[in-house]
């Protein structure tokens, strides 16, 4: 079945890196997108950005642009989010997804990962 | 970006009965063109991650039981659990997939009276 399993939690001091990622299964990876969904304590669910998982193209949320960066390894059929300058309102729960179609990107998820927990503090 | 804004935040609903969530968009997320509207619908339940429900506004995912229904056009959304069960207890999110960057509302949580 379709899976995607992400790396474990992290805790990180302010103006760090984390890098999360997201190994797939189930599926030929590069005929579909994926995206970076984060969840932060009380708050809505962010669009962080995707990627085209056959060319490596990417997209990212405005709000994110300076500070992320996602990648891919289609030998290992993984994706991978990094998220620099790390401040406190980053802590959160980062979740890769598939998107819902092949050869498209609907920005409409249908597989997601278990999340992975990044705690920003001093 | 779109702003999504769902009502209401909770509600209590007796098993078997009728649960409606209700989720507007600040402008519309309706291709005219094709006449779809990139609207979905995900449940979250406590430490899960979001499970896709419904895209399109009203087309269901594989596997998704049929008292899920979405429903409505434009600006205006609807979901609807036909008859709650207790395996529906969760946190309902609406997202528009018709702009960069989708954007989802602030949830809804759905619990037994």
């Known amino acids: 079945q379709v899976q995607l399993v992400q790396s474990g939690a992290e805790v990180k001091k302010p103006g760090a890196s984390v890098k999360v990622s997201c190994e797939t299964s189930g599926y030929t990876f590069t005929n579909y997108a994926i995206h970076w969904v984060r969840q932060a304590p009380g708050q809505r669910l962010e669009w962080m950005g995707w990627i085209n998982a056959a060319n490596g193209n990417t997209n990212y949320s405005q709000k994110f642009q300076d500070r992320v960066t996602i990648t891919r390894d289609t030998s290992a059929s993984t994706a991978y989010m990094e998220l620099s300058s790390l401040r406190s309102e980053d802590t959160a729960i980062y979740y890769c997804?598939?998107?819902?179609?092949?050869?498209?990107?609907?920005?409409?998820?249908?597989?997601w990962g278990q999340g992975t927990t990044v705690t920003v503090s001093s | 970006d779109i702003v999504m804004t769902q009502s209401p935040d909770s509600l209590a609903v007796s098993l078997g009965e009728r649960a409606t969530i209700n989720c507007k968009s600040s402008q519309s997320v309706l291709y005219s063109s094709i006449n779809e509207n990139h609207l979905a619908w995900y449940q979250q339940k406590p430490g899960q991650p979001p499970k896709l429900l419904i895209y399109w506004a009203s087309t269901r995912e594989s596997g998704v039981p049929d008292r899920f229904s979405g429903s409505g056009s434009g600006t205006d959304f609807t979901l609807t659990i036909s008859s709650l069960q207790a395996e529906d207890v969760a946190v309902y999110y609406c997202?528009?997939?018709?702009?960069?960057?989708?954007?989802f509302g602030g949830g809804t949580k759905v619990e037994i009276k």
């Open positions: 997202q528009q997939h018709y702009s960069r960057p989708p954007t």
């Open positions: 997804a598939r998107d819902v179609f092949p050869a498209t990107v609907m920005y409409a998820m249908d597989v």
